[in-house]
């Protein structure tokens, strides 16, 4: 049987920060990534509530992208292009609600893989400092609104990810390197993977 109270647990777990203090956080970073590294001690929940605070703006973004790319689209037609902006909001609209379940699940399968190749290349073992580290690279995820956005935001997600390892594991670049880049090839992997399936499933709503 499911336990409800425990799912809402999990979903709606209070932060400390304040929307306040995850904006002040996320401009500190902009400002400044290796300082920012340096000394920041984030908790679980923290990471957790600017992780989901993010993940929500990022899919509110591409899928305004989206629409305003379907609204100024001259070739459809006016009740397919209803219905698909209609798909659009809604999608966008489920997204933004489960934000915070993606962002645990992201953050949780994103540290786990990178603390797992520390450990094996430098045997350090921190997971909190890998969810800092993958919880803020996700700042990386607004360049969606560029071109070549896949290839942007994997460069700067790769290139925050190997800061923070220097910075919060105190590695050397070599071995902060090697931490960074194995586990960076598998994740783009399966992202090219998922990315190809669901512009594929979006072709066929739209």
């Not at 699940?105 to 430098?122: G, P, Y």
Request: glycine share 2%; aromatic share 14%; charged share 15%.
């Amino acid at each position: 049987m499911v336990n409800v109270n425990r799912w809402k647990q999990i979903y709606y777990e209070p932060s400390s920060l304040t929307m306040d203090d995850i904006a002040s956080k996320i401009v500190k970073f902009v400002k400044n990534p290796v300082e920012f590294f340096e000394s920041d001690r984030s908790t679980h929940k923290e990471v957790v509530a600017v992780a989901t605070f993010l993940l929500r703006l990022e899919i509110a973004m591409f899928f305004l992208f989206r629409a305003m790319s379907l609204f100024f689209n001259p070739s459809a037609a006016y009740p397919s292009l209803m219905i698909a902006l209609l798909a659009v909001v809604v999608i966008a609209a489920v997204g933004i609600v489960l934000a915070n379940y993606f962002a645990r699940v992201v953050l949780f399968s994103l540290a786990t893989l990178l603390n797992s190749f520390v450990k094996i290349i430098a045997k350090h073992d921190d997971q909190e400092a890998a969810e800092r580290i993958a919880g803020y690279s996700m700042i990386a995820g607004l360049l969606v609104i560029l071109p070549f956005k896949f290839f942007l935001v994997s460069v700067v997600f790769i290139a925050l990810s190997f800061l923070g390892v220097v910075k919060q594991y105190e590695l050397d670049y070599i071995k902060s390197a090697a931490s960074v880049a194995l586990p960076a090839i598998l994740v783009i992997g399966i992202i090219y993977v998922v990315r190809f399936g669901m512009n594929y499933l979006v072709d066929i709503i739209l």
